[in-house]
């Protein structure tokens, strides 16, 4: 014989697998709808201080909703969360080993034309405006390119 004495859920509220915490996923969705809604229509206003501020704060709005009730973050185990502080300082610290290589124009067996040249560039134009005088200093030479 099947049991059955366990109630049915209440309509339009869905039981998620981990203890039966009650959410209601379409009311969620039409929130992050509604949220896409006004960050594509945000920038049609024209204010583009406003529209980043607006967009930033709807993106992380967006993203702890749906971490919260679709992902089930906050029911997992706790060791979630020291993983993924680990996958950032991984991050942090690959970051910090190349950036010195790649902020730079040139190293041991290569040199970066396209940054050197754009460079120059940006000097003359700035020359050719007269914002580069310092009080009667002549500009720093750019280094030279070395051959590849």
Request: avoid cysteine.
């Amino acid at each position: 014989m099947s049991d059955t004495s366990t109630p049915a859920p209440a309509p339009g509220a869905a039981h998620d697998a981990h203890g039966g915490h009650e959410t209601n996923y379409v009311k969620i969705w039409g929130i992050l709808l509604a949220l896409l809604v006004v960050s594509v229509v945000g920038p049609m206003l024209g204010h583009p201080v406003l529209t980043m501020v607006t967009a930033f704060g709807i993106a992380f709005v967006k993203a702890f909703l749906v971490i919260k009730y679709f992902m089930h973050l906050t029911v997992e185990k706790k060791y979630i969360g020291l993983l993924l502080l680990t996958m950032l300082a991984i991050m942090l610290v690959f970051v910090a080993g190349v950036a010195p290589d790649v902020m730079k124009h040139e190293g041991q067996r290569w040199t970066n034309t396209a940054a050197i040249e754009a460079v120059e560039k940006g000097l003359k134009a700035n020359e050719a405006a007269g914002h580069g005088e310092h009080h009667g200093e002549a500009p720093a030479e750019a280094p030279a390119a070395a051959p590849h």
